[in-house]
């Protein structure tokens, strides 16, 4: 069975720093796109960021855009999101998922969670002011 693992959440300050990992089990995913996505109370979830299968392209929510880097260690079959300068409005549960490679990798595809193929079971992260 494929799972994937979310780690490195946890409490931090305004202006603080988080690096989320993903890894998965049962599969290699040096062929999958990779997303992160973000859940908050209340809301719904909402795209934060994506890279392409070889790591060479992402993508980017505005609200994170040039704060959060989204990078992919295929050697590792780890994905990870360095969080940095956060934000109280950042505190969500953050989930990774993983979208086969042989679709394109578009913003317009990547922001659709529904089009993933495997998602993990999230990890907190909450940010105090």
């Known amino acids: 069975q494929v799972q994937l693992a979310e780690s490195g959440g946890g409490l931090v300050q305004a202006g603080g720093s988080l690096r989320l990992s993903c890894a998965p089990s049962?599969?290699?995913?040096?062929?999958?796109?990779m997303g992160w996505f973000r859940q908050a109370p209340g809301n719904e979830r909402e795209f934060v960021a994506a890279i392409s299968w070889s790591g060479g392209s992402t993508y980017y929510a505005d609200s994170v855009k040039g704060r959060f880097t989204i990078s992919k260690d295929n050697a590792k079959n780890t994905v990870y999101l360095q969080m940095n300068s956060l934000k109280p409005e950042d505190t969500a549960v953050y989930y990774c998922?993983?979208?086969?490679?042989?679709?394109?990798?578009?913003?317009?595809?990547?922001?659709?969670?529904?089009?993933?193929?495997?998602w993990g079971q999230g990890t907190q992260v909450t940010v105090s002011s």
């Open positions: 998922a993983a979208r086969n490679a042989r679709f394109p990798f578009t913003l317009a595809t990547m922001m659709r969670g529904a089009l993933y193929d495997y």
């Open positions: 049962g599969r290699t995913f040096s062929s999958y796109h």
